[in-house]
């Protein structure tokens, strides 16, 4: 990158208005410059230590005592973050947005962090339903999503405090209400983090929890891929859908449920090698009514412990899982006099599961999945609710091969499979559904953190068995293709 070049990047920042508005708060700042393009490390970062900094990134360093108070503004693309080997250059683990579980103080003064995601996805997808009572559906896309990211952190010693911010723009912009359920524009992440760099932090606030199942370079978030051959409203009886992956994921996302409900975690890094989660989720998703949720108002409380064993080449991941909601308010049982009962209608959630992963740095790296859960859903009569208690197996794997300096190819599979405890009468098997979902990629990076992937799936097949004997087995079967542009920031 050449020295004019980095000076029209910093006249293009200073001239946005979040950038304006950060300087003129901070009283002046620099900003930090992205390394050479010809010196970018193709291999990925090498291995950390406990406490030194990367040799590549040395805005992510460890803070010293000695750090400077000055006022600063960086730069946070994903060559600044640490980390001993997390997979191949660009590919999915090197992308995996919560760094496998790594701390990152991301300077040594006190500073603001700014980075950014963007990424379009246009293509085509075909659902055929294997019977003449179910209509097949053909549709074309395009959908995006971009996050800008900023993280204030202070230092002192060995000590640190962040907060993080993610806001969210949405491609789609329908004056309808079709838009209103991803979001026009929305939060992604809102935590605060304060602990001791490399030895613990406590983490509260709106986040993902740390990945356990990784699927590689497809089946990625938001994507029609990843919900693969479902039946998208179309009607049946019984009303069978294909189930989507599992990998410990009820306690993994974003809390979703709205009004108050977030997370809180505790961080432990014990060795080099060893780093722990726990994790708790609390709140309540409307205190007042349902009429803002169209639902029965939950309490919610959980937990997720995670283990993350990693040598850089080999990394072993556990985690467990558990969730409980309650109705917050309590019924009145009809009766002369009426009274109060505590409420009845409650959703239990367990599950375990884990992965492993071998890097084989610059090469190639893969992966294989495991994970099952249960859910019990009671309702107001203490009774259960077929429909929705269910058991749910997940397994798959990846692989990812890098082609040449600047291509990587990657594959994968994985199979899921639910059974309810809906039980028709004279049936000696419940209601069973599975999906079966495969992809190919092939991703090119032209310059920088540009990212251009092609990701087809050749063949998906969701599988429906109703336990009504009266009613015959069906298949779906999916064929669909995307291109991605990604640029990070």
């Not at 191949?88 to 701390?103: K, N, R, V």
């Not at 190639?364 to 009671?378: K, L, P, R, S, Y």
Request: charged residues 15%; negative net charge; contains cysteine.
């Amino acid at each position: 990158m050449t020295l004019e070049r980095r000076g029209q990047r910093r006249s293009l920042a200073a001239a946005t208005t979040v950038v304006t508005l950060l300087l003129s708060l901070a009283g002046g700042a620099t900003a930090a410059e992205e390394p050479d393009e010809a010196s970018e490390p193709e291999a990925g970062p090498p291995a950390q230590e406990r406490q030194a900094p990367p040799a590549v990134a040395p805005a992510v360093a460890a803070p010293t005592a000695a750090a400077s108070s000055a006022p600063f503004l960086e730069h946070m693309g994903p060559e600044t973050f640490p980390g001993r080997l997390r997979g191949i250059y660009g590919g999915s683990l090197w992308l995996e947005p919560d760094f496998q579980g790594l701390q990152w103080p991301h300077n040594t003064q006190s500073g603001l962090g700014i980075s950014a995601n963007f990424w379009i996805d246009t293509g085509r997808e075909a659902i055929k339903r294997g019977t003449d009572q179910l209509p097949n559906t053909t549709m074309s896309f395009q959908q995006g999503r971009s996050v800008l990211r900023l993280t204030p952190a202070y230092m002192s010693g060995n000590l640190f405090v962040q907060a993080q911010i993610e806001l969210v723009g949405n491609l789609c912009q329908a004056t309808t209400t079709i838009c209103l359920t991803s979001g026009t524009f929305t939060t992604d992440d809102l935590w605060i983090r304060v602990g001791a760099w490399n030895v613990w932090d406590l983490k509260v606030g709106r986040f993902e929890a740390w990945e356990v199942y990784h699927t590689g370079m497809g089946l990625e978030q938001y994507t029609l891929e990843r919900l693969g051959a479902g039946m998208f409203g179309v009607e049946t009886t019984p009303r069978l859908e294909a189930p989507t992956f599992y990998g410990v994921t009820y306690l993994h996302d974003r809390p979703i449920e709205g009004l108050q409900v977030g997370y809180a975690a505790v961080h432990l890094y014990p060795t080099d090698y060893l780093r722990f989660e726990l994790l708790g989720k609390f709140g309540s998703d409307n205190y007042r009514d349902d009429n803002a949720t169209g639902d029965t108002p939950w309490n919610y409380f959980g937990g997720r412990p995670t283990i993350i064993f990693d040598v850089g080449w080999f990394k072993l991941r556990l985690a467990g899982e558990y969730q409980k909601r309650t109705a917050t308010s309590q019924g009145i049982t009809p009766g002369n006099p009426a009274f109060k009962a505590d409420p009845v209608p409650t959703r239990v959630q367990k599950g375990a599961g884990a992965s492993f992963q071998v890097v084989i740095n610059p090469v190639v790296e893969f992966g294989v999945n495991a994970a099952i859960a249960h859910q019990d859903d009671t309702n107001a009569f203490a009774a259960q609710v077929p429909e929705e208690t269910f058991t749910i197996k997940s397994v798959g794997g990846f692989a990812n091969l890098r082609l040449a300096e600047r291509w990587v190819a990657g594959g994968g599979i994985n199979w899921t499979a639910r059974t309810d405890s809906v039980l028709a009468s004279g049936s000696t098997a419940n209601d069973f559904s599975a999906q079966l979902q495969s992809f190919v990629a092939l991703q090119y990076r032209p310059m920088g953190q540009l990212y251009i992937k092609a990701v087809v799936v050749p063949y998906t097949r969701a599988d429906f068995l109703p336990s009504d004997l009266n009613v015959s087995e069906w298949h779906n079967h999916m064929y669909s293709g995307r291109i991605r542009f990604l640029y990070i920031y």
